[in-house]
């Protein structure tokens, strides 16, 4: 059984940084596509960044292009997510996904097969 963890989360300062990682087990992880989504309260749960099972590719929503980077280490079965400069409205639940077939490019939640419990972040102005 295919399980993700994320870890990392918590109450930061706008305009610090933070990094969420995502621990997986049960699965060949060096073959899943990565990705992280995000709901804030009130709102719809909306994608934030995917990484390729390669981690040659990589994309990114708007509202966090050039101030987030998304990357792996296939050795620790682990996936991160680098955020810089965050706001307050970066204020979420963050949520690991997987994709199992090697496809990239999702950006639905409905599209990936495995998903975390999330962890909460909030950003104070």
């Known amino acids: 059984q295919v399980q993700l963890v994320e870890s990392g989360g918590g109450l930061v300062q706008a305009g610090d940084s933070m990094t969420l990682s995502c621990a997986v087990s049960?699965?060949?992880?060096?073959?899943?596509?990565m990705g992280w989504f995000r709901q804030a309260p009130g709102k719809e749960r909306e994608f934030v960044a995917a990484?390729?099972?390669?981690?040659?590719?990589?994309d990114y929503a708007d509202s966090v292009k050039g101030r987030s980077a998304i990357s792996r280490d296939n050795a620790k079965n682990t996936a991160y997510l680098q955020m810089n400069m965050l706001k307050p409205e970066d204020t979420a639940v963050y949520y690991c996904?997987?994709?199992?077939?090697?496809?990239?490019?999702?950006?639905?939640?409905?599209?990936?097969?495995?998903w975390g419990q999330g962890t909460q972040v909030t950003v104070s102005s």
């Open positions: 996904v997987a994709d199992k077939s090697r496809h990239f490019g999702g950006t639905k939640w409905l599209e990936y097969d495995y």
């Open positions: 990484i390729s099972w390669s981690g040659r590719s990589t």
């Open positions: 049960g699965g060949t992880f060096a073959m899943f596509t």
